[in-house]
Structures are given as C-alpha cells and as structure tokens.
C-alpha cells in the first residue's frame, strides 16, 4: 500500500522552512500531498491562488508531490486522499504544545492517521510566515525567507 502524507498548513506564504520539511520528508513516503487548508469565508493575506501557484512552482520537477487546497477537517481531507501520515514541523516549545493538541484530537477523531513530526534544521527556526507578511506589509523585502522560486513581489 502506498504511504501518503499530507502536509497541511496556511502556508501564507510557503517559505524556506515547510521547503525542508517537505524535501527531508520525500524520503519517508510515497507521495506528499502539500495542502493549503482555507476557509473561504476569511481571505488569506496572500490569495489561495496565488499559494497553490507558487508552491507548484518550488516543486516542479518534483513527481512525489502534489498541491491542493481544502475546507473543513484535516482528519477527513486525509480520509478523501487515503492518506494514513499528517506531516507538520516543529521549531519550538510553543510550536509543540500547540502541535501536541492538534494531533491528539486528530488521533482520537482518526485513530487510523499518524501525525509525524520532523524538527526544524536550527537556521530556520526563525522563519515565519507572520514575519514576513509583517515585513512585505511594510515595504521590506523578505526574500531570503521563501523558496527561490517565490516572487512575493508578484
Ligand atoms: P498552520 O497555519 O497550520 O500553523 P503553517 O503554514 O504556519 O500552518 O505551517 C505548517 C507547518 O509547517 C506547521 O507544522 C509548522 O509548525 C511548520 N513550520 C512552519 N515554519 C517552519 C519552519 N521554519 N521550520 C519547520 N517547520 C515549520
């Protein structure tokens, strides 16, 4: 049975930290599915669209990996994809308590899912994506933090 993982997150914007994670998880599972949870009442500060583009592009070459967008429940997302693995990445305490109770109501919701973790390589613990929505608002220039692909200023 093929292993998929999802990776769910806002990812407004995708930067050089869920970059890694994606790239050192390939290994682990057959496919990653990179999907941009959303609500389509609350607008991001960056368009859905504008996501998914950039996100294809840092994977392009990348056959393992898909995009996506979905509403609603990551545990049920994950059951629509037959996915069994929920990928997040940790960067600090506070990153793991709130993704300790996270994925404990995602096991009890979905006792069949696993959520794996993988820590943060220590040069991008502080890349954030509230930071650089902070930064683009003011006219800063935050391309050091996003994949090369990524023109924030597009
Ligand atoms: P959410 O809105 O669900 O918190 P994010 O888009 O902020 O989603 O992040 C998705 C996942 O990527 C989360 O597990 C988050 O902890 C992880 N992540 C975010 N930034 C980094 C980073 N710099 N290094 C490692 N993991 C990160």
Known sequence: MSKIAIFPGSFDPFTKG?????????????????????NSNKAGFFSLEKRMHWIKKVFEKENKIQVDAFEGLTVDYCKEKGAKYILRGLRTAADFEYERAIAQTNKAL?????????????????????????????????????????????
């Open 110 to 154: 979905a006792p069949e899912l696993e959520s794996v973790f993988l820590l943060t390589t220590p040069e991008l613990t502080p890349v954030n994506s509230t930071i650089i929505r902070d930064i683009v608002r003011h006219g800063g220039d935050a391309s050091i933090f996003v994949p090369k692909e990524i023109d924030l200023k597009l």
């Open 18 to 38: 869920h970059e890694s994670i994606v790239k050192r998880a390939l290994p682990l599972f057959d496919s990653i599915i990179i999907a941009i949870g959303h």
